[in-house]
């Protein structure tokens, strides 16, 4: 059994922060006009691997590769570097990699998959036609690297059908977390329902279903929605924004465009998050303007309810991951497991369902009416 497969048994996880803003911290202030996070990639790659590592010290148990902004054709627009749109997603992946290595922890790397033109664009996403091959070139980049990959910030249940479904032909474990208005409405900024965004994508059978991308308070209700659609897991994480703005883009105004609340400390931002496990959530972490003293307030906070291997897994898991060989750590191994009153073999052992990679999934028959409905 997977480390991933383990981590997701039981218990809550909590996933890391911001990493774009993050990164866009870290630079000069003359330089945040570029596409920091795609060019950090080249000119810094270390600032990716140290936020990355900083997530983890603060508690974080999946960290997110940085392939949000890496979009090809927005790499060429914006900084002219195309041609070497492949060495940053390889740069971001082995960044994750390496930080996860260094910390030493079980740490689950999720691979962000993002809109391809613009965040909280509906009217950007395009056709199924052109999003499904781009969407397959970040997978094949990324699969080695990941141990899931995240559709995130999806604004119309199409992108979200058309990200989860590149992502499933991997077969790797797939999550999928949709952008809603932050009118209280919980429908995403194409207009769908929650339930009719689920619909489209239930087939492909994700492991997890999210909102991301809003303010807490919009989450709080729209994890309402996700808990009666009935996935297997469900949950958020917000961001810290005054607002967004209809028609935003980066290029007009920028991230400084859509502010930054004063009211939302990270004990206020954890006494939301409380609210959304209290309502059922299991995956709750941070957006933008969240960063690691946010995800350490909710580590401190929920630790009794974290996911948590005991000794005996961790020892399992590396003998089953080839890190640990010896006759000695296998005796080690039993002994903690017959000294461990919660250890079962059953558990331990036994495999959980089968997973369908999906590939080759056709779009569902309702997805057009679905991906146009207001």
Known sequence: MSLYERMIADGVLLLDGEVGGGLRKMVPEQDTTKLVPASILLEDP??????????????????TTNTYATVQTRVEELLGAGDRWEEMMTAACQMAAKAREDSGKNVLIAGSLPPLHGSYRPDKVGAVEELLPVYRKHVALMAEHVDFFLCETMSTALEGWAAA?????????????????DDGSARLRGGETLEQAWEAVAELQPDAVLVNCVMPETLEMAITSLAQMGPRIFGGYGNGFTCIPEGWTVQKGGIAALGKRRDLTAELYADMAQRWLDAGARVVGGCCEVGPAYISEMHDRFSAKLTCLNSAEKVWLELNQGSVSSQASTELFMLNAASTSSYSSTNMFSDLSARSCCAGHKRPASLDEIAFHK
């Open 165 to 181: 479904s590149a992502a499933a032909e991997s077969g790797k474990p797939v999550w999928v977390s949709w952008n809603v208005l």
């Open 46 to 63: 270390e600032k990716v691997y140290s936020l990355h590592l900083a997530y983890i010290q603060a508690g974080a148990q999946i960290i």
